[in-house]
T-cell receptor, first 113, second 113 residues
Framework: GESVGLHLPTLSVQEGDNSIINCAYS??????FIWYKQESGKGPQFIID?????DKRQGQRVTVLLNKTVKHLSLQIAATQPGDSAVYFC????????????FGGGTRLMVKP | DAGVTQSPTHLIKTRGQQVTLRCSPK?????VSWYQQALGQGPQFIFQ???????QRGNFPDRFSGHQFPNYSSELNVNALLLGDSALYLC????????????FGSGTRLTVV
């Protein structure tokens, strides 16, 4: 069935480097996307979101890019810090799906000091 | 300003038993959604409550039921527990029925033995 998925289950980066986490989605009706960070023992924490009428959105040290042509979403983290180590999920909301979010399987980001 | 609070934090139940999990939404939020997160996977939508009614439901059996109280707090009930029900159960609150502004709690870790 249609789902949101991730290309890489684990990403290891050096402290200070930039990180890129990717996500593919298959439902062209999706119009809202969110990136969440989940640390061990905690619930998902909102990082940044983007609507389908945008290609790029920037926050503090994070940027989300949306490529609707190939149904691809990415999260870029600048100057990655040890505190960024966590599992990252992309989630989509399909316009006709009300409040429900569909999550991908997650990517674990490990930051080496 | 308290965020989303869930209780209990951990729970061990025997197969066939029933369990009730509780959630208090973030102040100002009136909508509660429940998600199940199996180990190593992304959260899956169970259902959403708004104005004390179930407004949307994911692909979960009738063993999963819920309730929302006038103060917007919510309960998730699971009957006839199966080993496969072992998971982290997350509550998310928001304002209104849209997918925006979700705030997740830290979850209840349910283990069925």
């Amino acid at each position: 069935g249609e789902s949101v998925g991730l290309h890489l289950p684990t990403l290891s980066v050096q402290e200070g480097d930039n990180s890129i986490i990717n996500c593919a989605y298959s439902n062209s009706a999706s119009d809202y996307f969110i990136w969440y960070k989940q640390e061990s023992g905690k619930g998902p924490q909102f990082i940044i979101d983007i609507r389908s009428n945008m290609d790029k959105r920037q926050g503090q040290r994070v940027t989300v890019l949306l490529n609707k042509t190939v149904k691809h979403l990415s999260l870029q983290i600048a100057a990655t810090q040890p505190g960024d180590s966590a599992v990252y999920f992309c989630a989509e909301n399909r316009g006709n799906a009300g409040n429900m979010l569909t999550f991908g399987g997650g990517t674990r980001l490990m930051v080496k000091p | 300003d308290a965020g989303v609070t869930q209780s209990p934090t951990h729970l061990i139940k025997t197969r066939g038993q029933q369990v009730t999990l509780r959630c208090s939404p973030k102040s100002g939020h009136d909508t509660v959604s429940w998600y199940q997160q199996a180990l190593g996977q992304g959260p899956q939508f169970i259902f959403q409550y708004y104005e004390e009614e179930e407004r949307q439901r994911g692909n979960f059996p009738d063993r999963f039921s819920g309730h929302q109280f006038p103060n917007y707090s919510s309960e998730l009930n699971v009957n006839a527990l199966l080993l496969g029900d072992s998971a982290l159960y997350l509550c998310a609150s928001s304002s209104g029925q849209g997918p925006y502004g979700y705030t997740f709690g830290s979850g209840t870790r349910l283990t069925v033995v």
